[in-house]
């Protein structure tokens, strides 16, 4: 505001007469600069040895000396922040599955959770995903039957029969959501159905049974009529 002038300095001089001064100033333009940038959520940055962040988004700093012409620089800061990416991931999977996400492993026993997935979102920013995941129950059916002594059943490519009535076989993906499918399989028999003929014959005669032929030198056997 008083650049020049003129100053006396009284006994200045070698002779110790008054001195005279005349007085030039000029003066360096002032430097300053502006930091704006666009941050990511949660992101921050530090100038001058303050914090910037989403609680504070704006400031000054003075950096002493700084310049060339060794005044001070003046440095504004002025921050914005990307919206937060939030998404939702739902699933139906079937009973016993599960799936990766994010590096996490969700199933039955973690069937909710948040993930963040770096960089994901369409700015750059990391991205964080609500996981909700449901599960369909395993479809159970029971295969009961009343077989003859001598048949058999083929379930799933196992033979069930007298000796192996009972037992579970496991259909993959059989079900219309495509789930796996567990068929119990449980038989019973009919009894036997036995019988005997008891008869007397002269001499020389015979019966057929079942096509076969009894007399004297044949008189027993047995005879399984289908």
Same mark, same amino acid.
């Given at each position: 505001?008083?650049?020049?002038?003129?100053?006396? !300095?009284?006994?200045?001089?070698?002779?110790?007469?008054?001195?005279?001064?005349?007085?030039? #100033?000029?003066?360096?333009?002032?430097?300053?600069?502006?930091?704006?940038?666009?941050?990511?959520?949660?992101? /921050? !940055?530090?100038?001058?040895?303050?914090?910037?962040?989403?609680?504070?988004?704006?400031?000054?700093?003075?950096?002493?000396?700084?310049?060339?012409?060794?005044?001070? /620089?003046?440095?504004?800061?002025?921050?914005?922040?990307?919206?937060?990416?939030?998404?939702?991931?739902?699933?139906? #999977?079937?009973?016993?599955?599960?799936?990766?996400?994010?590096?996490?492993?969700?199933?039955?026993? &973690?069937?909710?959770?948040?993930?963040?997935?770096?960089?994901?979102?369409? &700015?750059?920013?990391?991205?964080?995903?609500?996981?909700?995941?449901?599960?369909?129950?395993?479809?159970?059916?029971?295969?009961?039957?009343?077989?003859?002594?001598?048949?058999?059943? !083929?379930?799933?490519?196992?033979?069930?029969?007298?000796?192996?009535?009972?037992?579970?076989?496991?259909?993959?993906?059989?079900?219309?959501?495509?789930?796996?499918?567990?068929?119990?399989?449980?038989?019973?028999?009919?009894?036997?159905?036995?019988?005997?003929?008891?008869?007397?014959?002269?001499?020389?005669?015979?019966?057929?049974?079942?096509?076969?032929?009894?007399?004297?030198?044949?008189?027993?056997?047995?005879?399984?009529?289908?």
């Amino acid at each position: 505001s008083r650049p020049t002038g003129t100053a006396r !300095i009284a006994n200045g001089a070698t002779n110790g007469c008054d001195s005279i001064v005349q007085v030039q #100033l000029s003066f360096a333009t002032t430097v300053s600069s502006n930091v704006q940038q666009t941050l990511c959520p949660g992101e /921050s !940055i530090q100038v001058n040895g303050t914090t910037y962040d989403e609680a504070r988004s704006s400031g000054t700093e003075v950096f002493p000396a700084a310049t060339k012409s060794g005044c001070d /620089s003046t440095v504004f800061i002025d921050l914005s922040f990307h919206p937060a990416a939030n998404g939702t991931f739902t699933s139906t #999977l079937c009973e016993g599955a599960s799936i990766q996400l994010g590096g996490v492993v969700f199933d039955q026993s &973690n069937p909710n959770g948040t993930i963040v997935l770096p960089n994901a979102s369409v &700015n750059g920013c990391d991205s964080s995903v609500q996981v909700q995941l449901s599960f369909d129950a395993l479809v159970t059916n029971v295969l009961q039957a009343t077989l003859c002594q001598d048949e058999q059943l !083929i379930v799933n490519g196992r033979t069930y029969n007298q000796s192996n009535p009972t037992g579970s076989e496991l259909f993959k993906a059989a079900t219309a959501n495509g789930c796996d499918s567990l068929v119990q399989i449980n038989l019973s028999f009919y009894p036997a159905a036995a019988g005997i003929l008891q008869q007397a014959l002269c001499e020389g005669e015979f019966v057929l049974v079942n096509g076969q032929r009894y007399d004297e030198s044949r008189p027993t056997g047995t005879e399984r009529l289908a």
